[in-house]
T-cell receptor, first 113, second 110 residues
């Protein structure tokens, strides 16, 4: 089946630094990638939809200047958390639409200290 | 009102029990429906899609009620390994994004 590779699986960073998360579709082309965030004991909340070759679409309340999304190719989308703060600590996960439905990356656990 | 709502649980059941979860959605234009299983600190895994006529996969049965705008998941003969959080998800006609419910936590005990 379709595979989405997400890296890193976990990262600890200092407050004020930026962190980049990558998602690659390994055996299919993903023109659209979805980025979710999940806080403990809460559901996955869609942050933004990234479209290859165009600007991402952000959900209400998500700061586009803080969460930079780049989808430069059909197989790679990146999310950069800029000037991270402890409240940004969360589980970030990407998803791509494939032939059979939706495939998820394995997630990135971000801890900002 | 949230677009997709679930009872967060937890549902504590003994092995062998039958348990059912419901999920309501507010957007009448919702077109596709799914149940996902999520284990702690892992990504969600597709359990099954939900079709209008209802569908079954082994011990799992999913149903859709468009008139009342809810989907359900029935698990028969619960196993210890069924302990997880079950998320329902919907998307709307013309939109690709998948909207998740809060998830229902299931704990199956010996």
């Amino acid at each position: 089946g379709a595979v989405v590779s997400q890296h890193p699986s976990w990262v600890i960073c200092k407050s004020g630094t930026s962190v980049k998360i990558e998602c690659r579709s390994l055996d299919f082309q993903a023109t659209t990638m979805f980025w979710y965030r999940q806080f403990p004991k809460q559901s996955l909340m869609l942050m933004a939809t990234s479209n290859e070759g165009s600007k991402a679409t952000y959900e209400q309340g998500v700061e586009k200047d803080k969460f930079l999304i780049n989808h430069a190719s059909l197989t790679l989308s990146t999310l950069t958390v800029t000037s991270a703060h402890p409240e940004d600590s969360s589980f970030y996960i990407c998803s791509a639409r494939d032939r059979d439905g939706y495939t998820f990356g394995s997630g990135t656990r971000l801890t900002v200290v | 009102r949230k677009e997709v709502e679930q009872d967060p649980g937890p549902f504590n059941v003994p092995e062998g029990a039958t348990v059912a979860f419901n999920c309501t959605y507010s957007n009448s234009a919702s077109q596709s429906f799914f149940w996902y299983r999520q284990d702690c600190r892992k990504e969600p895994k597709l359990l099954m899609s939900v079709y209008s006529s209802g569908n079954e996969d082994g011990r799992f049965t999913a149903q859709l009620n468009r008139a009342s705008q809810y989907i359900s998941l029935l698990i028969r003969d619960s196993k210890l390994s069924d302990s997880a959080t079950y998320l329902c998800a919907v998307n709307s006609r013309g939109f690709q994004k998948l909207v998740f419910g809060t998830g229902t936590r299931l704990l199956v005990s010996p």
